[in-house]
C-alpha cells in the first residue's frame, strides 16, 4: 500500500526544516520582548463572522481562502486564515479595551485555501505583533522598527528592503476611490474577471491583483497620495520621519494596498528578490476600524505578520540551529534473557549524563556500526561498554576525535572524563 499523503499545500517539519523554523519564532518573539510585545495565544478557530465581518467581503481571503465549516452544534467555524482579528477579537472579549495600550506578540498555523506554490501554503505559519491603542506616527515607526530588527537578528535585513506607503483616512480613501472607479472604468473590458468584479464592490482591491494585465493597468491608475487630506499626509510624514529617528531606511511605494480591508494611514512591506513571485515576507499596517467591529470600541492598532516559511528559506547556512551535539552511549545489548550488565551500567550513566545537562545518545547498533554512526554524525566522545570489559570493571571513553581513549571502573570517573572533553573543545 503507498503511503498516505498529507493533505495539498500542508508539509511536515522535519529535522532541519523544524529546527529553522524554531530559530525564526524564538528570534522573533525576543525582539518583540525587547519592544515591550508580551506573547498572546489565541484559538486557531474563531466564529466565522471574526474573519467575515473584519477583513473585508470582497478580499480574496473571504471570498475564496478561508477554511469555513459547521462544527456539530451548527456554528460556523474559520480556521484563522490571519491573527488579528483573533487578537482585537480576545482583546474585547477579555475585557481589555480599557487597559490600553497593550503589545502583543503571536506565533502560530494560519490556513488559507490558496493553490500551492514555492512559498505559499495551505497550513503556513506567522509571527506577528499588534501594538493596540495608540493612535500616533511613532507607533507605526516602533512596529515597523521592530519588524526590521527582527530580520537583522534573523542575519536576512540585508536581502530585504523596506516599501511603504500611507492609505490614508476615510476621506482621502473616498476620494481616491472615486478617482479610480472613473479610471477604471475605461478598461473594464480588459480587467480580469475577479477585477471587474472588484471595480463594483471594492475598486482598490484591484490595485492588489495579481494578474498581469491587470498590473499594467494599475500601473497608470491614480495613486493614493494624491488625494490625502492634510490629515493623512500630516500623519505619513511624521512615520517618515519617525522611522529615520529609528534608522529604518525605506523606500516609498504608491502601489501598496494591503489584502485585506481594515487598513489604514501606514502600510509597509518588507520584500526580497530572493523568492520569486513570493517576495513579501513581513507585511502589516495601522487599522482603524478593526476592534470597532468587534465591539471592541474605537481604539485603532498597528501591527505585522511575518510568513515563518518565506523567512525560514531566506535564513544564510550559518544561522541554522545545529542539532545538540550528543555523547554516544555505546554498549550491545542481547536480544534475549535478562538485561546483561554492561547495558544496565550503560543506561545508568545515560541517564546520569543527562541529568547533568548532558545530550546523550543511547546507541542501538553494534559496535562497529555505532561508531560509524557517531562519526557521521560529528560526535566527539564515546562511552563504550563491552560485556566483557565490563566483566573487566573497564568502561571506555573515547575521544573520537583525537583517537585517545581512557578506561574507567566508576560512574562517576566516567561523568568526569566525558565533562572534561566537552569542555576541552571536544
Ligand atoms: P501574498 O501577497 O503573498 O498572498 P498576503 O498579502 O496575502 O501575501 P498577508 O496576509 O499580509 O499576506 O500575510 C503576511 C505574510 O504571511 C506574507 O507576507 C507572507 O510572508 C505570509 N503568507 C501569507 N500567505 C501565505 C501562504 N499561503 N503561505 C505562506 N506564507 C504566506
Ligand atoms: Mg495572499
Not at 112 to 124: D, L, M, T
Not at 148 to 172: C, K, P
Request: glycine letters at 8%; proline letters at 5%; one cysteine or more.
Amino acid at each position: 500500500m503507498p503511503p498516505v499523503q498529507p493533505p495539498r499545500g500542508t508539509h511536515d517539519l522535519i529535522g532541519e526544516e523544524q529546527r529553522r523554523h524554531r530559530f525564526v519564532t524564538d528570534t522573533a518573539r525576543e525582539v518583540a520582548a525587547r519592544y515591550g510585545f508580551e506573547e498572546w495565544a489565541t484559538p486557531i478557530f474563531e466564529k466565522t463572522e471574526v474573519f467575515a465581518r473584519t477583513l473585508g467581503e470582497t478580499s480574496d481571503v473571504v471570498t475564496k481562502e478561508m477554511y469555513t465549516f459547521p462544527d456539530r452544534g451548527g456554528d460556523s467555524l474559520t480556521l484563522r486564515p490571519e491573527g488579528t482579528a483573533g487578537v482585537c477579537r480576545a482583546l474585547a472579549s477579555n475585557g481589555l479595551t480599557q487597559t490600553l495600550p497593550q503589545r502583543v506578540f503571536y506565533a502560530g498555523p494560519m490556513f488559507r485555501y490558496e493553490r500551492p506554490q514555492k512559498g505559499r501554503f495551505r497550513q503556513f505559519h506567522q509571527i506577528g505583533v499588534e501594538l493596540l491603542g495608540p493612535t500616533h506616527a511613532i507607533a507605526d515607526a516602533e512596529v515597523i522598527a521592530c519588524g526590521y530588527d527582527i530580520l537583522r537578528a534573523l542575519g536576512i535585513a540585508d536581502d530585504v528592503r523596506l516599501e511603504i506607503n500611507t492609505l490614508g483616512d476615510d476621506e482621502s480613501r473616498r476620494a481616491h476611490r472615486a478617482a479610480l472607479i472613473t479610471y477604471m472604468r475605461d478598461f473594464a473590458h480588459r480587467l480580469s474577471d475577479d477585477s471587474r468584479i472588484r471595480l463594483e464592490k471594492n475598486p482598490l482591491r484591484i490595485l492588489d491583483s495579481k494578474d498581469p494585465v491587470d498590473q499594467a493597468i494599475v500601473a497608470q491608475a491614480p495613486k493614493i497620495t494624491d488625494y490625502l487630506t492634510g490629515y493623512a499626509r500630516e500623519y505619513y510624514d511624521n512615520v517618515k520621519v519617525a522611522l529615520s529617528e529609528c534608522d529604518v531606511a525605506f523606500i516609498e511605494n504608491p502601489r501598496i494596498v494591503r489584502g485585506l480591508d481594515y487598513y489604514s494611514h501606514t502600510a509597509f512591506e518588507f520584500v526580497t528578490v530572493r523568492l520569486g513571485a513570493q517576495g513579501t515576507v513581513l507585511a502589516g499596517g495601522r487599522y482603524q476600524d478593526l476592534l470597532n467591529q468587534l465591539g471592541g470600541g474605537m481604539s485603532g492598532g498597528v501591527g505585522f505578520a511575518a510568513g515563518i516559511e518565506r523567512l525560514a528559506m531566506l535564513l544564510h547556512e550559518e544561522r541554522i540551529p545545529k542539532p545538540p551535539r550528543h555523547v554516544s552511549v555505546i554498549s550491545p545489548l542481547n536480544t534475549e534473557g535478562p538485561l546483561s550488565e554492561s547495558s544496565r551500567l550503560a543506561l545508568k550513566i545515560t541517564e546520569r549524563l543527562r541529568r547533568d545537562n548532558i545530550a546523550v545518545d543511547y546507541s542501538y547498533w553494534s559496535l562497529k556500526r555505532a561508531l560509524k554512526r557517531a562519526a557521521d554524525a560529528d560526535v566527539h566522545v564515546a562511552v563504550i561498554l563491552g560485556s566483557e570489559e565490563v566483566a573487566q570493571g573497564a568502561i571506555v571513553v573515547r575521544d573520537l576525535r583525537r583517537r585517545e581513549q581512557t578506561t574507567h571502573d566508576e560512574i562517576e570517573d566516567v561523568v568526569t572524563q566525558v565533562k572534561k572533553l566537552l569542555a576541552g573543545g571536544a
